[in-house]
């Protein structure tokens, strides 16, 4: 216990920064994912031959590769990148991206794939006779989408995403390995100082556990919220 | 883009693919024999066996795979009896290390898989069973459990397919599978867009089979 003291002696605020550091993540990928999933949604639904396959692509390429080698590519090519970028708007010197947007944008990009996944599912149980009456009614595109499919999409996507939660939480901890000091990086100091790996890593363990079952107990709240009849 | 470096890195990467599909395979096989046992308990009626059931998977499937291979490598052995014991043989070993929580991992998995499956089935095949005179025994092995793992199927292979992508942080513990070289690779060469390619290219083959082996079973056993 006296390992977990707050202040110099312990480890107890450190795990506790580094607790709010993986929800941060988790919170800031989760919203990076809806963007994506903004995105290749509308392109998987598409009509379109070519627009369709650069959605399937997306959702094909990144489920079916490790998550670990997705940050590999951004921790090491993500800089090199943006300074391509830059290079060609005329500015010309290093830049280095903070470890928590690279990061939460690895972590953004797995989690908006599985995300695409529940809207296009969600968007394609809604009943065929929603979009026929939208159309019938005359109703303008952006009435439709916001007003009809939308709230009904939500409401289908809701325990799906809690998965994709869960399973963005569990991912952040693979960032450890570009730097960032979440709670699986903080452990591994800790653990290194300390010698004590077994203890570090089982209390890093439980962290984890209480941020699911935390949040389980939130998201069902919501989806009491959102199973209501209408 | 360096395509001389693509084609010197595949046959590393594809010497590297071998340790995957050895971690893969071995960690599928003891993770379906625990995944099938720890079901069984689950469906027990016996409150402690069940909830010990519902224990291991709820820690397992609520904790990152990663902080589940770090504690049986780096903190097992912390414990003085196991470093003495002859466990000490395989728990040094990160290739077994990785074996065990893979396996343990995917085993938690399993189980939910195919408990949901167990509880699934019609009931009147097993009341089809017993009013044909057969035992409990033969009825568990020769109906519930063939029609479980038909049923278990789709769920079974995504799981393979997260096992495959799970397989990836043995890289972690030091051992050299297909993203470990890649990560080699990547750091030596400063080259990561390439190196991407090529190993992804790799894992999304390994998953575009699995997917259509899996399908293919799918199809043979419909009903």
């Not at chain 1, 994709?164 to 570009?178: A, E, F, G, H, R």
């Not at chain 1, 653990?191 to 209480?210: I, M, N």
């Not at chain 2, 799970?166 to 690779?185: C, P, Q």
Request: charged share 15%.
């Amino acid at each position: 216990m006296e390992l977990l003291a707050f202040g110099n002696t312990g480890w107890g605020d450190e795990l506790f920064l580094a607790t709010l550091m993986t929800i941060a993540v988790s919170i800031t990928a989760m919203i990076i994912g809806f963007c994506f999933a903004l995105i290749f949604t509308p392109l998987k639904l598409s009509k379109n031959k070519f627009l369709n396959f650069i959605g399937n692509s997306y959702t094909t390429i990144i489920r079916g590769v490790p998550e670990l080698l997705v940050i590999y590519l951004l921790f090491f090519g993500g800089s090199g990148a943006v300074m391509y970028v830059a290079s060609i708007f005329g500015y010309n010197k290093y830049i280095e991206i903070n470890a928590f947007i690279t990061g939460s944008f690895a972590i953004g990009i797995i989690s908006g794939a599985y995300s695409t996944e529940v809207f296009r599912g969600a968007i394609q149980s809604i009943d065929k006779g929603q979009f026929e009456a939208s159309k019938v009614l005359g109703l303008k595109k952006p009435v439709h989408f916001f007003k009809v499919i939308m709230p009904q999409m939500l409401r289908l996507a809701v325990p799906n995403l809690s998965n994709v939660w869960q399973i963005t939480l569990k991912d952040t901890s693979l960032i450890s390995v570009t730097g960032l000091v979440e709670i699986m990086r903080q452990s591994y100091i800790a653990a290194g100082s300390t010698r004590d790996p077994l203890f570090f890593y089982s209390f890093a363990a439980v962290l984890y556990l209480l941020l699911t079952f935390l949040s389980m107990k939130l998201i069902n709240k919501l989806e009491i919220k959102y199973r209501r009849g209408y | 883009m360096d395509l001389e470096l693509m084609a010197s890195s595949f046959p590393k990467l594809l010497n590297a693919t071998l340790v995957t599909l050895k971690l893969l395979s071995l960690s599928l096989i003891f993770g379906l024999i625990l995944g099938l046992f720890f079901a069984i308990l689950r469906l027990n009626k016996n409150i402690i066996l069940n909830r010990f059931s519902y224990f291991y998977s709820y820690i397992f499937r609520g904790t990152p795979l990663l902080v589940q291979i770090f504690i049986i490598y780096f903190g097992l052995g912390q414990i003085e009896f196991l470093r003495s014991s002859f466990l000490w043989i395989i728990l040094k070993e990160p290739y077994w290390c990785a074996i065990i929580a893979f396996s343990l991992n995917t085993g938690a998995y399993t189980s939910e898989i195919l408990r949901s499956a167990f509880e699934t089935i019609n009931k009147g095949f097993i009341e089809a069973g017993d009013s044909l005179g057969i035992s409990k025994k033969i009825i568990f092995y020769k109906i519930q459990i063939p029609i479980a793992i038909r049923q278990s199927l789709p769920a079974y292979g995504n799981e393979i397919i997260l096992m495959l992508k799970g397989t990836s942080l043995a890289s972690t513990v030091t051992l050299m599978d297909l993203t470990g070289v890649a990560k080699y690779i990547i750091s030596t060469t400063f080259k990561p867009i390439e190196v991407f390619i090529v190993a992804g290219g790799i894992y999304l083959f390994m998953t575009f089979i699995i997917h259509n082996f899996i399908r293919y079973l799918e199809k043979k056993y419909s009903y």
